[in-house]
């Protein structure tokens, strides 16, 4: 048995993130629960290692060529290897490990990137998510100033997945949607 998901909050919490940090975390493992649920995989293991990726931030913040992989060996006996790896790959460009291969690996990349698009997005619209499209995302996607710091590349790796960037949008809404209220978008 891997970790709980309680167990699991506990962890990330007793690294002091930042609020926006946390918000980002809940936002991952809710796109990887949806993700998970379209692809037929574990939602619970898929949901872990959303809000578990980024848990080395707050110590490898300012050695970003540790990011994923202090994570990875913190987790290594509380999930499986290809837990553990997507964990590593989702921050391959600054570790230059275990570059991404697996449907798992590439789901966390999606996911993780495309909160900043749909958060920045809802943060600019007068009703927030509610009502929100997949073609708004697809404008904002074009806008290189908009959320810039967001990785469009990353996005497209959907289509790894066999999903085209509408499909994980609207995933991404969707997850978002449920958990308005934890992350301040209600």
Same mark, same amino acid.
């Given at each position: 048995?891997?970790?709980?998901?309680?167990?699991? *909050?506990?962890? &990330?919490?007793?690294?002091?993130? /930042?609020?926006?940090?946390?918000?980002? +975390?809940? !936002? #991952?493992?809710?796109?990887?629960?949806?993700?998970?649920?379209?692809?037929?995989?574990?939602?619970?293991?898929?949901?872990?290692?959303?809000?578990?990726?980024?848990?080395?931030?707050?110590?490898?913040?300012?050695?970003?060529?540790?990011?994923?992989?202090?994570?990875?060996?913190?987790?290594?006996?509380?999930?499986?290897?290809?837990?553990?790896?997507?964990?590593?790959?989702?921050?391959?460009? *600054?570790?230059? &490990?275990?570059?991404?291969?697996? /449907?798992?690996?590439?789901?966390?990349? +999606?996911? !993780? #990137?495309?909160?900043?698009?749909?958060?920045?997005?809802?943060?600019?619209?007068?009703?927030?998510?509610?009502?929100?499209?997949?073609?708004?995302?697809?404008?904002?996607?074009?806008?290189?100033?908009?959320?810039?710091?967001?990785?469009?590349?990353?996005?497209?790796?959907?289509?790894?997945?066999?999903?085209?960037?509408?499909?994980?949008?609207?995933?991404?809404?969707?997850?978002?949607?449920?958990?308005?209220?934890?992350?301040?978008?209600?």
């Amino acid at each position: 048995m891997w970790m709980t998901r309680q167990e699991a *909050l506990d962890l &990330l919490s007793s690294k002091n993130p /930042e609020p926006n940090l946390l918000t980002h +975390c809940l !936002e #991952s493992e809710a796109i990887m629960r949806g993700l998970a649920q379209r692809l037929g995989q574990d939602q619970d293991l898929w949901g872990l290692v959303g809000l578990l990726h980024d848990l080395d931030y707050p110590e490898t913040r300012d050695r970003p060529e540790g990011h994923g992989l202090e994570a990875a060996r913190e987790l290594a006996a509380r999930l499986p290897e290809e837990a553990l790896r997507a964990i590593r790959a989702h921050a391959f460009e *600054l570790n230059g &490990l275990d570059a991404p291969e697996s /449907e798992l690996d590439f789901a966390l990349r +999606c996911a !993780e #990137s495309v909160t900043g698009l749909v958060h920045a997005n809802a943060l600019v619209r007068p009703q927030g998510l509610a009502g929100m499209k997949p073609k708004s995302l697809k404008k904002k996607m074009k806008e290189k100033a908009f959320a810039a710091n967001v990785n469009r590349d990353m996005i497209l790796e959907c289509q790894r997945l066999g999903l085209e960037p509408d499909d994980l949008f609207q995933i991404a809404i969707q997850a978002m949607t449920n958990i308005a209220a934890q992350i301040g978008l209600a």
